[in-house]
Structure formats: structure tokens, C-alpha cells
């Protein structure tokens, strides 16, 4: 099974997306997380990409396209895929086709997590975390069973990312907007878009979104 999640900075993607690796064995695929782990790893594709940022340069299509050959043909891989962030236009939706059906594999879904902004921006903007353990909270649907004591590891220390703040978020969705407008006419002619209520309940969405994969 491999499946594109689409989804704005805030819409739970990548909750989903964890949720679906534990429990089904994919892996999700992100492009900044690839492109990390290959120049640590040193791997061909890795070495390459270090030497193109370090002369300050854009990581081109042709080297994502062998950065994520590379990362399919990892063993890890056999129970399917999230793609995150990829593709973002016409020619890397191309370039992914033939990608999977150079393995044997093909793209089954494309899904997005549909959100409403004004929503998006209260969940985001009330958001804070545990500075000791990561554990996440919020001002309004989440708050400590004890004020300003984790529930996880009893600490007192919480932090909220600096851009999490409502100007952010819009600047964030536009940008959403503009890297997905592109690709979605291409899946869309092909029947293989869907769209999911991403300001349900983490269950309900994951419920929804198990549902689409399990209609193959």
C-alpha cells in the first residue's frame, strides 16, 4: 500500500501517519527526513546531496528522484509507504510513478486532511509541550490532569514553538495551497483523490482514513 497524505502544518498528518506505521508497517517517506538521514548515512545519494547544499545550491528533481529509489529499495519498505511532502508538481508526480513501477509497485491513494482555517489556527496557537519528555498539550482540549505537571513524567518545564502564532499558521496554509494545487488536477483525473475531515477526532480520521485502504 502506498498512499500520499496530504494535509496543511496542524492537521494531524503526521499523528496519522505515526499511528499507520505502528500499527500497519509503513513507512512514512519525508523529504527533509530522507535527505538527513542520507547524508549521515553516506549513502551515494547522500554524499551528493551534501556537496550541492554546501555549494549553497537546491537539491534538483533528479537527485530527490534517486534519494527516494534509494530509500524504497530499503527492506523496511515492503508494507508500504507515506509519502510526505513529494511530489509538489506535475513532473515529480510523473517521476514517482515510474519510480514505483520500476519496483513492481504502484500509488494507491492520494489523501488529504481537509481543515477550517479559523480551527486550525485556535489548535495551533494553543498548543504547548512537555520541555522534558515532548509530551503535547493544549490550552483547550488538552490540559494537565494536575496545572503545570506533565501527566507523562511529573516535570514542570513547558515550552510552545515560537511560530506557532496565528500569522504563521495563514502564512503556512497559503503555502500549503500553492504546493498542492499543482498535483491535484493529475491525481484528481485519475479517480485517486480523498478527502477526509481533518478537525475530527484523531480516531475518526484514522478510522475514515483505514477505511480508504481498505477498500483495495
Known sequence: MNIILLGPPGAGKGTQAQRLQAERGMVQLSTGDMLRAAIKAETPVGVKVKSVLAAGELVSDDIMVDLIGERLDQPDTEQGVIFDGYPRTQLQAEALDRLLAERGRELNHVIELEVDEEALVERIVGRFSCGNCGAGYHDVFK??????????????????????????????????????????????????????????????????????????
Open 143 to 216: 490540559l494537565p490532569k494536575v496545572e503545570g505537571v506533565c501527566d507523562v513524567c511529573g516535570a514542570s518545564d513547558f515550552k510552545r514553538r515560537p511560530d506557532d502564532n496565528a500569522e504563521t499558521v495563514r502564512t503556512r496554509m497559503a503555502a500549503y495551497r500553492a504546493k498542492t494545487a499543482p498535483i491535484l488536477p493529475f491525481y484528481e483525473a485519475r479517480g485517486m483523490v480523498s478527502r477526509i475531515d481533518g478537525m475530527a477526532s484523531m480516531d475518526t480520521v484514522y478510522d475514515e482514513l483505514t477505511a480508504i485502504l481498505d477498500r483495495d
